[in-house]
């Protein structure tokens, strides 16, 4: 049967439960164990789609073409497999579809309920996953304690009773907060959650305690008297300074695989994290340095952009480089001037008019003082427009996205968009392929004609004007055949200058840097040697 690992959280959210979760995926998957991830997600809205990054964070989509929340990347990265659209559900998603079943006559004569109707939708969707798994790690979003998140709670405390109490194990990720000025680390907080945890019905079988001090013998004992635990069921998950990386050993060297083996009645495996553990150690010891400059408007959230500083992670450690990365407001008045402390510049995606003015003058600065430059999405846009500009003359040239009677409209609404209404999940989202052209920048980064990356966009580049761009020198290095929709564009004569309509960070991973990430940082390095 398969196995239910529940991840909880309590005290205060961003405590690192997506993190946590992911790192016990990778270590039961090390050990040979079939894992499905799931994440739910206790508010209205029925995906994360229509929210700010200032709300939520990245915004991370599926192959399937699923707008997800970020912790969906942490899944994917620390597993080194992809999700799906099952992989993540909200409130939203499951009063809506309960409200449809209704319309449709499905409880005929029922009255709709929290219980069991929703409950049921609930519990449905986490067996869908595992019937594909030997393990489903299921995380609750939100904090123990919120009302939106009831709902969730209840359908796993009746999920043990359908898959009897051997076949799940609780996990309560909580904080032991330092108390600086009394110098001491105080375990009341975790107590008053894991209590009130346990009056919703759920008793947690481990504790994962979030802490910035190492969690003494003392303070573990007295979470675990008043949890109901032996003292190896309290967890220490210490604050790490280099990367989150270290998380997946922490837990491992905690001996927490040992606790859920024996509660799940697992078979014992070793764990293969030599690869993991090596990674990490470079991280730690590179030297040499690469600095990268992030130039977006959402840079006061860092999780605004989580899969970008990611996938450059990846990419310089792959190369055994130390990376320095910051982000850099482009709506700053003395950004520019910035620009000259960095060896790379990334301009990374976004919606709406504000800031692209900003965005599109630091493309120009790196273009002219040929600094390696890479473009994802809306910066691969604000690329044509900068080009299209300064390059081959066309005064006001812009998307009609952000100026509907500009005279050259290089950046258009796709035609398959132009009736569409509804904001959420409307795009054009999700894997689609792309054919590299030969004897290109691209060409030599992946090394193989047929590509397929991830979108999440309206606009695309005008093919109407496109032929003006390629005779000043922009070149088309990457397709989508099937609608002829520009991919790629790069310019040949510069160190390192390739934007690309899709997110080609989605698909990095630690041990595999995604192949336009991996050659920007190499350019980086070397226009930092020069």
Same mark, same amino acid.
């Given at each position: 049967m398969t196995k239910y690992i529940i991840v909880t959280g309590g005290v205060v959210s961003s405590l690192g439960k997506g993190i946590t979760a992911a790192s016990l995926?990778? &270590?039961?998957?090390?050990?040979?164990?079939?894992?499905?991830?799931?994440?739910? %997600?206790?508010?209205?809205?029925?995906?994360?789609?229509?929210?700010?990054?200032?709300?939520?964070?990245?915004?991370?989509?599926?192959?399937?073409? /699923?707008?997800? %929340?970020? %912790?969906?990347?942490?899944?994917?990265?620390?597993?080194?497999q992809d999700t799906t659209r099952d992989s993540n559900f909200t409130s939203g998603a499951i009063y809506s579809a309960v409200i449809h079943k209704e319309r449709q006559g499905d409880y005929l004569g029922a009255t709709?309920?929290?219980?069991?109707?929703?409950?049921?939708?609930? !519990?449905?969707?986490?067996?869908?996953?595992?019937r594909s798994a030997d393990i489903v790690i299921v995380e609750i979003g939100g904090t123990i304690g919120d009302i939106e998140g009831l709902p969730f709670l209840e359908a796993v405390r009746q999920l043990r009773l359908d898959v009897k109490p051997k076949n799940i194990c609780n996990v309560h990720v909580t904080l032991v907060p330092n108390i600086k000025a009394a110098g001491e680390l105080k375990t009341k907080p975790t107590q008053q959650s894991v209590s009130k945890l346990r009056e919703i019905g759920i008793e947690?079988?481990?504790?994962?305690?979030?802490?910035?001090?190492? &969690?003494?013998?003392?303070?573990?004992?007295?979470?675990?008297?008043?949890?109901?635990?032996?003292? %190896?069921?309290?967890?220490e998950?210490?604050?790490?300074?280099?990367?989150?990386?270290?998380?997946?050993?922490?837990? /491992?060297?905690?001996?927490?695989?040992?606790?859920?083996?024996?509660?799940?009645?697992?078979?014992?495996?070793?764990?293969?994290?030599?690869?993991?553990?090596?990674?990490?150690?470079?991280?730690?010891?590179? !030297? !040499?340095?690469?600095r990268i400059v992030v130039a977006g408007k959402y840079t006061n959230i860092k999780d605004s952009y989580k899969s970008i500083w990611e996938a450059l992670l990846h990419a310089a450690t792959g190369q055994k480089l130390k990376l320095v990365a910051e982000p850099l407001d482009v709506e700053s008045p003395n950004a520019l001037k910035q620009l000259q402390n960095y060896d790379g510049i990334l301009v990374p995606g976004g919606f709406g008019v504000r800031g692209i003015e900003g965005k599109i003058d630091v493309i120009k600065y790196a273009r002219e003082h040929?600094?390696?430059?890479?473009?994802?999405? &809306?910066?691969?846009?604000?690329a044509v427009i900068e080009f299209a500009r300064n390059v081959c003359g066309l005064d006001g040239a812009n998307s009609t996205e952000f100026d509907e009677n500009t005279p050259a409209p290089v950046i258009d609404l796709m035609e398959g968009q132009r009736q569409i209404k509804d904001k959420g999940a409307t795009m054009r989202l999700g894997a689609y392929p792309c054919k590299i052209q030969s004897k290109t920048k691209a060409a030599k980064l992946y090394k193989k004609e047929l590509i397929s990356e991830r979108h999440r966009h309206r606009y695309e580049v005008n093919n109407e004007l496109l032929p003006l761009l390629q005779e000043k020198g922009l070149v088309v290095s990457g397709r989508y055949e099937?609608?002829?929709?520009?991919?790629?564009?790069?310019?040949?004569?510069?160190?390192?200058?390739?934007?690309?309509q899709f997110h080609p960070e989605f698909k990095s991973r630690p041990l595999r840097p995604h192949p336009l990430f991996k050659g920007f940082i190499q350019a980086a390095a070397q226009c930092a040697k020069d």
């Open positions: 995926g990778l &270590l039961l998957k090390s050990a040979g164990f079939k894992i499905r991830m799931l994440k739910m %997600d206790p508010y209205i809205n029925v995906d994360p789609g229509t929210m700010s990054p200032f709300q939520h964070g990245e915004v991370y989509v599926t192959d399937d073409g /699923y707008e997800a %929340d970020l %912790d969906l990347g942490y899944y994917e990265r620390f597993l080194e709709v309920q929290v219980i069991p109707h929703i409950t049921n939708e609930i !519990k449905e969707r986490i067996r869908k996953v595992g947690p079988q481990i504790i994962c305690c979030r802490t910035e001090k190492p &969690l003494p013998l003392e303070a573990r004992q007295k979470i675990a008297l008043f949890s109901n635990l032996t003292v %190896d069921a309290v967890i998950e210490m604050d790490v300074e280099d990367t989150i990386y270290e998380i997946p050993l922490m837990l /491992y060297a905690s001996n927490v695989i040992k606790q859920i083996e024996a509660h799940l009645e697992l078979p014992k495996k070793r764990c293969k994290i030599e690869a993991m553990t090596e990674f990490v150690n470079t991280i730690k010891t590179a !030297k !040499k340095e690469v040929k600094i390696p430059m890479l473009g994802i999405c &809306l910066g691969m846009q604000c099937e609608k002829n929709l520009v991919e790629i564009v790069e310019l040949p004569t510069h160190p390192f200058f390739v934007a690309a």
